[in-house]
């Protein structure tokens, strides 16, 4: 069955004071998926989602939202719930009322049966029941999060827009929060469009993701699609933890040549190459390459710039003639700050780039 568009955003350009925040962006949602907008401080994410509920006004393009055109349409008629980073609380309310104040509003209204039994019920998720008497100004941040999350989840619109709700979170209370929208989304089958910054946050969280930056999506997909087949750098640097590793390149007698390394990696081991404008990168994902000793027969040359120690392991900075790249490695390869060391490209454990343009050229068949 072919998924249901919730959410489709057309061309959507947007400026502010000349400067452009949306550059002819285009973006689907599925009814009943969360899909996760992740790119730097902006990139676009907010510009998308106030596009999305009609709180600003676009220079150009479209926006559908469960299959009509709300392009013209005021905030109020697009039955959408958006959560911002910052808590947004009314001060002079307790948090009982706050969480209900949408349900009472006029274009929402419900029996004040109905307002108790949905407040306490979302009260109950998020678990703030012990807060209800409270009044917002005592509350720490985790808490206020979790109200303003209240407030908009009580009033079950067709879509949630969360534009960063959880970055000013501790890293506890952020994997908290994001379980428990998790669980909201499978509870109420509920259609989500949630920005972030935070790489980790967003495969924890999201069914398909959006990689943004300069205004467009520059990729959408699952991130096993996205890993498999990377659009551009910008993609390549944006996903992963580690990111992707680029090296300075040159093809050669049917080669690929990082710079400064010993390994030669046939060309056709990257399927059909595309041209390029001249120079070329190739990009690796750190969990691909191998790395060893110093002088290990066949491998290239690297020196360890920085060690950072996770506990159970630790991650390594490489810096080589052809670039630097970030891997993670077991606490039982002992390399410490200077210390020379080997690595090794596999077999088919790249693509190739165009220097000047990031896009990809090499056109491997995605990989399993």
Not at 165 to 172: Q, R, T
Not at 293 to 307: E, F, K, L, P, R
Not at 352 to 357: N, V
Request: proline share 4%; hydrophobic share 45%.
């Amino acid at each position: 069955m072919s998924a249901v568009p919730m959410l489709t955003l057309e061309g959507l350009r947007k400026a502010y004071r000349g400067k452009p925040a949306l550059r002819g962006l285009d973006l689907t949602v599925n009814d009943n998926e969360i899909f996760a907008l992740l790119g730097p401080t902006g990139a676009g994410k907010s510009s998308t989602l106030l596009s999305a509920a009609g709180l600003i006004e676009l220079d150009a393009g479209r926006v559908s939202l469960a299959g009509r055109d709300v392009t013209e349409a005021d905030p109020a008629s697009r039955d959408v719930a958006i959560v911002f980073e910052g808590f947004n609380l009314l001060p002079v309310l307790d948090v009982k009322d706050n969480i209900a104040f949408a349900l009472r509003s006029p274009s929402f209204r419900e029996d004040e049966k109905e307002v108790a039994l949905r407040v306490g019920r979302t009260a109950e998720l998020l678990r703030i029941s012990h807060l209800m008497d409270r009044d917002v100004g005592t509350l720490s941040g985790g808490e206020k999060q979790r109200v303003a999350i209240a407030r908009a989840l009580v009033r079950r619109p067709v879509m949630f827009l969360l534009d960063e709700p959880l970055s000013a979170l501790d890293l506890k209370l952020r994997e908290g929060l994001r379980a428990e929208l998790r669980q909201i989304h499978r509870q109420h089958q509920s259609t989500m469009l949630y920005a972030t910054h935070d790489y980790h946050g967003a495969i924890a969280i999201a069914d398909r993701i959006g990689i943004i930056d300069g205004g467009i999506i520059q990729q959408s997909g699952t991130i096993e699609e996205i890993y498999a087949l990377p659009a551009n750098v910008v993609v390549g640097k944006l996903i992963g933890s580690p990111s992707m590793a680029f090296f300075d390149a040159a093809i050669d007698d049917g080669h690929v040549v990082v710079k400064g390394a010993e390994q030669r990696l046939p060309i056709g081991e990257f399927g059909t190459v595309g041209t390029a404008s001249g120079k070329v990168l190739l990009g690796v994902w750190p969990e691909d390459i191998e790395i060893g000793v110093a002088d290990a027969a066949g491998a290239s040359t690297g020196t360890i710039y920085a060690v950072d120690n996770r506990g159970f392991e630790r991650a390594i900075q490489v810096d080589t003639p052809g670039g630097s790249f970030r891997k993670v490695v077991p606490l039982s390869m002992p390399f410490t700050q200077g210390d020379a060391c080997s690595f090794r490209i596999p077999q088919g454990g790249g693509f190739l780039f165009d220097a000047a343009s990031g896009r990809r050229i090499s056109q491997m068949e995605a990989r399993g």
